[in-house]
């Protein structure tokens, strides 16, 4: 591979070994992941099928759970405190999106912080404005571990994060803070980002634009951190996916490019495994299951 | 001097008139009465200072208001129970622990004990954290940030900040970090700058909004600060003031006053700038805990 090209493939193979040996250390997982689908979920099946092969070269039993579309609200959320009180449920995975009677939100709220191994509870989110690095959401976290791949120093170095969601964007730029970065954090109504973007050592994208980040607004030697995933059809009417970065163009500008695919998801992924791991530990820790 | 001078006091004082009305109403409509408790361990004669003006204001606009005072040996054991028994208390709405706390007693797990719909602080880790997933309508805002966007939408005239570039000067768990979550909720462009930036005074001047937070005696200079931008200076940081006489001191911001107001377009003074809105904005916020126990919308400033 183009060494200009950061191989998010080989890091998230390298962490899903070291999740497994913690697992061993462990002497093996306590229980199983589950992952809850409700409803159609067909546009993310993809998704799901890579977590399943995450969690077995993890050495975790995936259970991937279809609730039914109609169950309520209220029915949903029982089922998750039930599996808050099962000690043989590492973690709980809510797949997105759900159907429209369902609060996403509140949902995210039930899962225990224990066993939120996506970070996605308010708890989650607040410990890691405190700078507890414990459970992050993934999508965030993978592209911290994918900077910190490129051997920059991230204390002083200039970030610039381009999308400001709650799942990437925030947290993302809380994380990159809480190791001494300098971040700018711009969005749709910034007024210039390539004024922001090219002063930067290293950019993030997180817009779901193809070709958002072009070439002239790319500081030449920085790190270029790709977290889009976008389909699109090209002219031949094939379709495939494409992150929010020009990158053929920036390439040639920027030290280094995550690729889509094979960047920021698969290590996602492998980050999910590894907050399974947290979370087992810290389940031991506080008494719920046997060490 | 060019800038306008954002008068803390006066808005603080705006901030009361709405909060003092909004609790007769409430207590008329709903006979709720908004409750605070704060707690004080030890005699630190500055946090008694806070403390009893805390009281004074919250009697002041009609709450029903309580301070506990516990003696400087008083075990971490029986300070959460009597947090635990003001969680359960149905007439407090608002629970404030005075900080610092002694030695012997783990602060993180204080506020930690405090029920987040009661933490008026907005300093528990779910208030952090639905701040940061923008779920505000069930989480309450720190008080000195709250105050500070208060202050910022006065001087603007707006409360919309698209387009603007704001730098936050600091990264400290309860101004720097919630001033990034609400300058972003108020769609502004945020940078967070602090002590490892490379070149913190060339980013400063990029700033339409300065936000000052690091603790650290006038140093922001006049020359960083961009001609025209609004400047919030959050610090409090006292200096000696031999002009005054020996052994004088006097309070200073993080930012060189005098210099700044030259360049720009609108300024808080320290003091009388942030200052003042912080306790203006922990009764709002203990008036808004108890519009939620009531079921009543709360007024916003």
């Not at chain 1, 970065?181 to 910034?190: D, L, N, R, S, Y």
């Not at chain 1, 790709?226 to 699109?232: A, E, T």
């Not at chain 2, 993180?108 to 940061?132: C, M, R, S, W, Y």
């Not at chain 2, 720009?264 to 200052?275: E, F, K, R």
């Amino acid at each position: 591979m183009d060494p200009r090209y950061i191989d998010g493939r080989s890091v998230s193979a390298r962490i899903l070994a070291e999740t497994k040996a913690g697992f061993e250390a462990l002497n093996g997982a306590s229980g199983r992941l589950v992952s809850i689908s409700i409803g159609d979920v067909e546009e993310i099946a993809v998704y799901i099928r890579n977590q399943a092969r995450g969690a077995e070269k993890a050495g975790i039993p995936f259970d991937d759970q279809y609730w039914p579309a109609e169950l309520t609200q209220d029915e949903c959320k029982a089922r998750i405190v039930e599996m808050n009180d099962d000690p043989s449920v590492i973690g709980i995975i809510l797949q997105r999106p759900v159907p429209d009677h369902i609060n996403v939100r509140s949902l995210q709220s039930a899962i225990h912080p224990l066993k939120d191994v996506e970070g996605m509870n308010p708890a989650s989110i607040g410990n890691i404005v405190y700078n507890d690095l414990a459970l992050t959401p993934c999508t965030a976290a993978a592209s911290v571990e994918l900077i910190k791949e490129t051997g920059l120093e991230l204390k002083g170095l200039e970030v610039v994060m381009i999308g400001h969601s709650e799942i990437v964007g925030k947290p993302a730029a809380f994380m990159l803070m809480a190791e001494g970065a300098t971040v700018t954090v711009c969005h749709h109504m910034t007024r210039s980002v390539a004024a922001h973007s090219r002063r930067a050592d290293a950019v993030l994208v997180a817009v779901g634009i193809p070709n958002f980040l072009k070439a002239d607004m790319v500081k030449p030697g920085a790190a270029v951190i790709d977290i889009g995933i976008n389909q699109i059809t090209d002219e031949s009417g094939e379709t495939r996916i494409v992150g929010d970065v020009d990158t053929e163009a920036v390439v040639e500008v920027a030290s280094w490019v995550t690729p889509v695919p094979g960047g920021v998801g698969p290590v996602t992924v492998s980050i999910l495994m590894r907050n399974a791991l947290t979370a087992q530990k810290r389940q031991i820790a506080a008494g719920w299951i046997a060490g | 001097m060019s800038a306008q001078v954002i008068d803390g006091k006066e808005v603080a004082a705006e901030v009361i008139e709405t909060v003092k009305s909004a609790t007769q109403k409430l207590i008329k409509d709903t006979s709720v009465t908004p409750g605070i408790a704060v707690v004080i361990v030890g005699e630190d004669p500055a946090s008694q200072v806070y403390v009893r003006s805390k009281g004074k204001k919250a009697t002041e606009c009609g709450f029903h208001s309580v301070t506990h005072t516990l003696p400087e040996d008083t075990s971490e054991a029986d300070l959460l129970a009597m947090v635990e028994n003001l969680n359960n208390d149905a007439a407090i709405d608002g629970i404030l622990v005075q900080l610092p706390l002694p030695d012997h007693i783990d602060e993180g797990k204080v506020i930690q004990t405090i029920a987040p719909e009661k933490d008026v602080d907005g300093f528990h880790f779910i208030n952090v954290g639905k701040l940061g997933t923008g779920e505000t309508e069930t989480a309450f805002v720190p008080c000195t940030p709250a105050g500070s966007m208060v202050l910022l939408r006065k001087a603007l005239g707006k409360s919309d900040l698209s387009g603007l570039n704001a730098v936050v000067v600091g990264r400290s768990n309860i101004v720097g970090k919630p001033m990034l979550n609400l300058l972003l909720a108020a769609n502004a462009t945020v940078t967070i700058a602090h002590s490892r930036t490379q070149d913190l005074p060339g980013l400063c001047r990029t700033a339409d909004i300065l936000v000052a937070a690091v603790g650290r005696p006038e140093m922001i200079k006049g020359d960083w600060v961009k001609p025209g931008a609004a400047v919030i200076d959050v610090g409090i940081n006292r200096i000696p003031a031999p002009e005054k006489g020996e052994g004088k001191s006097r309070l200073v911001g993080d930012v060189s006053y005098e210099d700044a107001a030259e360049v720009s377009g609108a300024i808080t003074p320290v003091p009388g700038g942030v200052g003042p809105m912080t306790i203006a904005m922990l009764m709002a916020n203990t008036l808004t805990s108890a519009c939620r126990r009531a079921g009543v919308e709360a007024p916003t400033y």
